[in-house]
């Protein structure tokens, strides 16, 4: 059934977005500094680039494809206008799939020898994925939980969208069982996947979803 009091979508939209910004904070704890700043002297370029630098450069990845699911998120609350407790159930397991991401991005750095701490960032990333999927693909079965003015092609161009985290981390996870090297790259191929296949918006169309 269609949830409308006590909890409504603006207060599903406020506890989405305090995970996100709160989840965002946390990434900032796994970039690496000195113990002590009156040693900082004494540490070699090498061991900068090594360390701080790289730690830097997996924050940005890591913090990239957390805007991504953002963007998505609201793109998704914005085509709906309400929801079901199913919804919010599925959403719940979302948000838990966020939280995660800090751990599992930091266990990754922290256990280079060990190729499952790699699989398990790119799990994470694959589960929060397809729950966004589903999500969507949910909603546009329910045409009472969407905005009357939403067409079928931007239904579909949203749900397209949806796919590109789930690409991006089975891209991630055959990395690394292929044992490349430089995996945090692929942490930036949503620009390059939504620059080149998202660009442009679809035109709308006169028949809506519903």
């Known amino acids: 059934m269609v949830v409308y009091e006590p909890i409504t979508k603006v207060n599903l939209e406020r506890i989405t977005n305090g995970v ?13 500094t000195p113990d002590q700043y009156e040693k900082a002297v004494s540490i070699t370029v090498d061991q900068f680039f090594n360390n701080t630098l790289s730690s ?31 919804f919010i159930h599925v959403h719940m ?22 190729t499952f701490a790699d699989y398990f960032f790119q799990f994470n990333i694959l589960m ?3 729950i ?3 999500l969507w693909h ?21 749900f ?19 044992d490349l090297e430089y995996t945090d790259i692929t942490s930036f191929l949503p620009f390059i996947i939504f620059g080149i296949f998202f660009r442009n918006p679809p035109i ?5 979803t519903r």
């Open 56 to 86: 830097i450069l997996d924050f940005i990845g890591v913090f990239i494809l957390l805007a991504m699911f953002w963007m998505l998120f609201y793109q998704m609350f914005h085509r709906m206008k309400t929801y079901d407790y199913h």
């Open 204 to 208: 709308n169309e006169d028949n809506p």
């Open 128 to 130: 929060l994925g397809v």
């Open 20 to 32: 996100f910004g709160f989840t965002m904070t946390l990434l900032a704890k796994d970039i690496v």
């Open 93 to 114: 397991l979302a948000l838990m799939a966020i939280v995660l991401i800090p751990f599992s991005s930091q266990f990754s750095n922290l256990a280079d020898n060990f």
């Open 138 to 158: 949910y909603a546009t079965s329910k045409p009472e939980l969407l905005t009357p003015e939403l067409t079928k092609a931007d239904a579909r161009f949203l």
């Open 132 to 134: 966004l999927v589903y």
């Open 160 to 178: 397209n969208k949806c796919l590109v985290p789930v690409a991006v981390a089975i891209i991630g996870v055959a990395w690394i069982t292929a």
